[in-house]
């Protein structure tokens, strides 16, 4: 492998965690073209475990690229469609802005917090 290539490659995690019937994924680093299909992968495999509510957190994402709001419009869709509601919890100007230049704070729930996403989650 060409060592190169790594050196690029943007710092990327997504983890999941239970909350009652809420299942958060908290994805940190940057949601860019080379790695937003690995968070639509874990965020695919979070909707086959069918919570009530599928919360992604990005509070810890550094950069939102378009192929990243892209993941967050078919995960909104793919949810509906399955009967989960889904949210994003983005409260920093590099995930937030994105979100609301492109309108997707219209379609689909935006929280300042984890807290708040919970409870909107009981408001079901």
């Known amino acids: 492998m060409d ?10 995690s997504a983890v999941t965690e239970w909350s009652g019937r809420t299942l958060f994924v908290t994805a940190t680093g940057e949601v860019e073209l080379i790695n937003a299909p ?7 495999q979070a909707a086959e475990d069918r919570p009530n509510v599928l919360v992604l957190d990005i509070t810890a994402v550094t950069f939102l690229s378009s192929a990243g709001l892209a993941v967050l419009v078919r995960t909104h869709r793919n949810a ?3 009967g989960i ?4 919890v983005a ?5 937030r802005r994105p979100i609301q230049l492109m309108g997707l704070d219209q379609e689909f729930e935006v929280f300042a917090d984890r807290e708040g996403a ?3 989650a009981k408001g079901l």
Request: proline share 9%; glycine share 6%; net charge negative.
């Open 3 to 12: 060592p190169d290539i790594n050196e690029h490659q943007a710092p990327f």
């Open 38 to 44: 690995q968070l639509e992968s874990v965020l695919d």
């Open 80 to 82: 509906e469609a399955a």
């Open 85 to 88: 509601r889904f949210g994003v």
């Open 91 to 95: 409260d920093n100007p590099a995930t």
């Open 118 to 120: 919970l409870a909107g």
